[in-house]
């Protein structure tokens, strides 16, 4: 071999080891085995879906793993043949995989679309407008379609502990701005990477409600440690949630009223390719069931039992489908 086709090879080499831990690092290898069995319930083998390959996403939270799940489930008692692409890094990283073809399908929330995909500054009010409006928006630019849309609302907030509140008595974020005004050492905050840099997160709220940003002493820190950090008091006062999150009511937390209504409504809803929804309907017909008893209620309750009792996201989901009698353990 010539040095110069030695030389070649090394860096195809290298080219093909770097696409690698690319797609790899952001967990879109090609998918992996649905983890638990399931059979037929309410949902039974749909003839339509039989052997069709369906490759089912999330982004890499609590609640989206389970919401992951609950589709992987209820295709597999359909008849599909499913791939576990769950718990991929991030709102963007969810997107892209989606608008490239290499995820079928996943929830994703009406108001990420509206403003964090879409470009949009202001929501729209009320849920449902919210939705026809990212519906109708995201099919005309992108192909895109969302369908079966669930009750539950999990919108960004701010959330405090008792002892804060009753001393401050910031119970609203008109309250909390009031506070980083007046007494900002009082009103330190721990705010999640993503929502610090987010139009529909900190940086808009702030535009909102006429917070310096500057003046706010801010950390930075993991989203689950948003939690613990404002329970105990010691590092924070305050800090950014998301409202269906299970750890809120355990932890007895204290959700600020947005009495400027801010934050869009982030109702949970499948968001699909237009290809894939038009060869398979049948998909939307299995799901609306299933998102239809999908209530904040319900999702917090699911959330605790991963966040707080320590359970995996999958028998969480899969256990909440055989109780409904959608699906039986396989």
Known sequence: MSARAGALRVRLTLLAAAVFLLLTGCGLEAGSAVPLRV?????????????????????DFTEQNILGYLIEFAM??????????????????????????Q?????????TGWMNYLGNEAPVPGELAQFDAVRDADLAEH????????PMNNTYALVTNAATAAETGVRTLSDYARLVATDPGRAATCVGTEFNV????????????????DAVQKRLVQDALVYTSVADGRQCSFG???ATDGRIPSLGLILLEDDQH????YNAALVMRRDFAEAHPEVITVMQPIS????????????????????????????WLVAEGFVTEG
């Open 240 to 242: 950014s949630v998301a």
């Open 76 to 101: 597999v008692a359909a008849g599909a043949d499913v791939r576990d692409l769950t718990n991929i890094q991030g709102s963007n990283s969810l997107r892209d995989a989606q608008l490239h073809g």
């Open 39 to 59: 059979g037929p319930g309410s949902i039974q083998p749909v003839p339509a879906l039989k052997g069709v390959p369906i490759t089912v996403g999330s982004k």
């Open 198 to 213: 987010r139009q529909d997160g900190f940086p808009g709220m702030a535009r909102k409600y006429g917070i310096d940003n």
């Open 292 to 319: 239809a008893l999908l209530t904040n209620e319900t999702i917090t309750e699911l959330n605790r039992q991963v966040d707080v009792d320590g359970r995996e996201p999958s028998e969480v989901a899969r256990d």
């Open 143 to 150: 192909d895109m379609v969302w369908a079966a849309m669930a």
């Open 103 to 111: 995820i079928d399908i996943a929830y994703d929330y009406t108001g």
């Open 262 to 265: 801010f934050f869009p409504t």
